[in-house]
């Protein structure tokens, strides 16, 4: 299944709703340039919201990670919300859990993200 990104703005918070999968291929290239084409346009708060995600591979995991560096290094802000119980235990399993921000909702994570300002 492909990976279907949506962007919209919620309270200056570019909220990237992702739905599919994030693995090896097409589908982590394309969460790539999309968060890169958002970084490229200022935009410097970026909620990645995966509560439709079914599967996170390792591949996707990299991306994952690759996102957090490249938000990071251009002085943006990158939060994770609504994980699955799944991409929740993969995370803890890779000690990874301490290098994303991550909220419960959407709502939380655009809060966060709005205080930062």
């Known amino acids: 299944m492909a990976l279907k990104i949506t962007v919209r703005d919620a309270s200056g918070v570019s909220v990237l709703s992702l739905e599919g999968r994030i693995g ?5 290239n394309a969460l790539r ?5 958002l970084l490229g346009e200022g935009k ?5 919201d995966l509560q439709h995600v079914a599967l996170v591979d390792s591949a ?11 938000a990071k290094s251009c002085g943006a802000s990158l939060r994770l919300c609504n994980l699955s119980a799944l ?3 993969l995370l803890q399993m ?24």
Do not use: M, N
Request: aromatic share 4%; charged share 25%.
């Open 24 to 28: 090896v291929g097409e589908e982590a």
């Open 33 to 37: 340039d999309r968060v890169k084409a």
């Open 44 to 48: 410097t708060r970026l909620v990645l």
């Open 60 to 70: 996707g995991l990299g991306t994952l990670v690759g996102l957090h560096q490249s």
């Open 87 to 89: 991409v929740k235990e």
């Open 94 to 117: 890779t000690r990874l859990w301490t290098v994303f921000d991550v909220s419960a909702t959407e709502a939380e994570a655009v809060q966060a993200l709005s205080k930062s300002a």
